[in-house]
């Protein structure tokens, strides 16, 4: 069990483009341990590398209710099935405390490999495909709060970097 810290919006690192995984080793295994773990303490449904400061193209994500199915995506490509587009409310882990609403592809093919480097395919939609978009923008250094007007962005920034300051003076 190694709960790792999660990088909070703005932290400049949560733009980072990340690399893809070219080894399939015991690293990767160790990394993909501590982000289930990490996802299933937060709790969350899903958790990009990045978000604990590894600049990888590894997701996580479980959407069962039982928390029993965690789904691991290497490496992973999406491509629209321009089957329409859907908004659904979001949240991350990197953004506590906010709920927007954010419209995506509705259905998508996820092209990824798994943790031994074996390649699949999976069709996504409901909340599977929201999940996988919205980690996927996080490989590539984006969060949902750029789907926002400037004025709405900046407001959550200004509450999170206020609530970060308010943390750091109480802990001193
Ligand atoms: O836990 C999470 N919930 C969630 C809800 C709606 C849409 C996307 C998500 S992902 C989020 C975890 C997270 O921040 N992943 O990057
Ligand atoms: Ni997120």
Same mark, same amino acid.
């Given at each position: 069990?190694?709960?790792?810290?999660? =990088?909070?919006?703005p932290d400049p690192r949560l733009?980072?483009?990340?690399?893809?995984?070219?080894?399939?080793d015991k690293n990767l295994e160790t990394l993909i341990e501590d982000m289930a773990d990490t996802m299933y303490d937060a709790p969350g449904i899903g958790l990009a590398a990045i978000q604990i400061n590894v600049?990888?193209?590894v997701i996580v994500m479980d959407l069962s209710e039982t928390k029993s199915q965690l789904q691991v995506?290497?490496?992973?490509?999406?491509?629209? =099935?321009?089957q329409g587009t859907r908004e659904v409310e979001e949240g991350c882990l990197s953004v506590p405390g906010f709920f927007v609403p954010v419209k995506r592809p509705e259905k998508v093919l996820i092209k990824a490999q798994d943790k031994l480097g074996d390649h699949f395919e999976l069709e996504a939609d409901e909340m599977t495909a929201v999940c996988i978009q919205h980690e996927v923008d996080h490989l590539n250094g984006k969060v949902f709060?750029?789907? =926002?007007?400037?004025?709405?962005?900046?407001?959550?920034?200004?509450?999170?970097t206020k609530a970060r300051g308010d943390f750091e003076s109480r802990v001193a």
């Open positions: 069990m190694a709960v790792q810290k999660i =990088l909070t919006y733009r980072t483009l990340c690399e893809p995984v070219l080894e399939f600049p990888k193209r995506f290497v490496n992973p490509e999406i491509v629209d =099935l321009n709060v750029d789907y =926002l007007s400037r004025m709405k962005r900046e407001r959550i920034r200004n509450k999170l």
